[in-house]
C-alpha cells in the first residue's frame, strides 16, 4: 500500500533550525512534493525533488533519497510566520500526490 | 511561480441548492486539474481528476452525480456540488499540474462551503 509518515507534531524556537523528516511508501515515485499550509488556507508550495540530493531556496531546503524513501524539509532562520502545517506529498506512478496528516510546527519566541 | 484562483473564495447556501466553484490557472495552462476536499484538522482528500476536454475521474465513494466536474478549457475547471445538504460544508481546494519534464502542481487558495 501506500503510506506516508511525518511527526505529527514539533516545537523549535524563533531564530533556529529545524528537520522535518518524511517517510514514505508508493507505487512508482515521480517526484516528492512539500507544502505549507497555514489554518483555513488552501497549501502553497515549497519545493519539488525528483532526483537525489539536497536543493535549497532560501531559507527552506528540502533533501530527498529515492533509495531510503527518505525526505527531509530544513527550514532556517524560523520566523513566527512559519508556524504552520508542513505536508509530504509523494506523486506515484499515476502522477497523484499522495498526502500524509502533515506535520505541525509550533514556533516559540 | 503559477498562480491559481478559485471563486468564490466563500459561499453560504441553502440545503438543496447547488453551488458552482471555478478553479482558473492564470498563467499556465493545465491539461490535468485535482479537486480536494478538507474537513477541519484533517488531510486533503481527492475527490477527482478532471482531463481537459474529457471526464473526470472520481475517487472511491465520492458522488459524481453529485459532485460535478467540468474542465472545459485548459484554463478552467469547475466543480459544482448539486443539492447540498450540511454534511457537504467542507473547504473545497482545487490544484492544477504544469506540463513539462517537472510537473508541479500548484493550489488554488480554496472555497470554503457553508450549508445551512
Known amino acids: 500500500g501506500q503510506n506516508i509518515d511525518q511527526p505529527t507534531e514539533m516545537t523549535a524556537t524563533e531564530g533556529a533550525i529545524v528537520q522535518i523528516n518524511c517517510t514514505y511508501q508508493t507505487s512508482g515515485f515521480n517526484g516528492l512534493f512539500w507544502y505549507q499550509q497555514h489554518a483555513g488556507e488552501a497549501p502553497t508550495f515549497l519545493s519539488y525533488?525528483?532526483l537525489d540530493g539536497l536543493e535549497e531556496k532560501g531559507r527552506f531546503s528540502s533533501f530527498l533519497s529515492r533509495s531510503k524513501g527518505y525526505s527531509y524539509l530544513l527550514l532556517k532562520e524560523l520566523q513566527m510566520k512559519d508556524s504552520a502545517s508542513y505536508l509530504c506529498a509523494p506523486m506515484d506512478s499515476n502522477y497523484q500526490l499522495i498526502w500524509g496528516a502533515g506535520t505541525k510546527l509550533i514556533i516559540k519566541p | 511561480g503559477a498562480v491559481v484562483s478559485q471563486h468564490p473564495s466563500w459561499v453560504i447556501c441553502k440545503s438543496g441548492t447547488s453551488v458552482k466553484i471555478e478553479c482558473r490557472s492564470l498563467?499556465?495552462?493545465?491539461?490535468?486539474m485535482f479537486w480536494y476536499r478538507q474537513f477541519p484538522k484533517q488531510s486533503l482528500m481527492l475527490m477527482a481528476t478532471?482531463?481537459?476536454?474529457?471526464?473526470?475521474?472520481?475517487e472511491q465513494g465520492v458522488e459524481k452525480d453529485k459532485f460535478l466536474i467540468n474542465h472545459a478549457s485548459l484554463t478552467l475547471s469547475t466543480l459544482t456540488v448539486t443539492s447540498a445538504h450540511p454534511e457537504d460544508s467542507s473547504f473545497y481546494i482545487c490544484?492544477?499540474?504544469?506540463?513539462?519534464?517537472?510537473?508541479?502542481?500548484?493550489f488554488g487558495p480554496g472555497t470554503r462551503l457553508t450549508v445551512t
Open positions: 498563467d499556465f495552462q493545465a491539461t490535468t
Open positions: 478532471s482531463n481537459e476536454g474529457s471526464k473526470a475521474t472520481y
Open positions: 490544484s492544477a499540474r504544469t506540463s513539462g519534464p517537472r510537473e508541479e502542481q500548484y
Open positions: 525533488n525528483v
